[in-house]
């Protein structure tokens, strides 16, 4: 089990950029491919964003943030980032990272963070 924390969130400006991290702890990192979900205001299911594999060579990303949000890790660090550009409001939700599964489905993940806000507006 690997323990996961977010950071980085906060308030943007439409076309603004924003950098979240997440740290793990309490495993070996590099054994687990990490994704990105967020879940919006009023908003029941998390959706997917984007994940990385163990190695940092496969990336998928959701339609939504296709060339806008870029994952990426540094298993020296024990960190993955994503990196926000050009947001727009509907990109406001909470963000989580999770580990242990692979893909958009939220379900296949075993561990979660607590989730970091992330809010922008025009």
């Known amino acids: 089990q690997v323990t996961l924390v977010e950071s980085g969130g906060g308030s943007a400006q439409v076309g603004g950029s924003l950098r979240l991290s997440c740290a793990a702890s309490?495993?070996?990192?590099?054994?687990?491919?990490i994704g990105w979900f967020r879940q919006p205001p009023g908003m029941a299911e998390r959706e997917f964003v984007a994940a990385v594999t163990t190695s940092g060579g496969i990336k998928q990303a959701a339609d939504s943030v296709k060339g806008r949000f870029t994952i990426s890790r540094d298993n020296n660090k024990n960190i993955v980032y994503l990196q926000m550009n050009s947001l727009k409001p509907e990109d406001t939700a909470v963000y989580y990272c999770?580990?242990?599964?692979?893909?958009?489905?939220?379900?296949?993940?075993?561990?979660w963070g607590q989730g970091t806000q992330v809010t922008v507006s025009s």
């Open positions: 309490g495993g070996f990192f590099s054994n687990f491919a």
């Open positions: 999770a580990a242990g599964g692979f893909g958009p489905t939220p379900h296949t993940y075993s561990s």
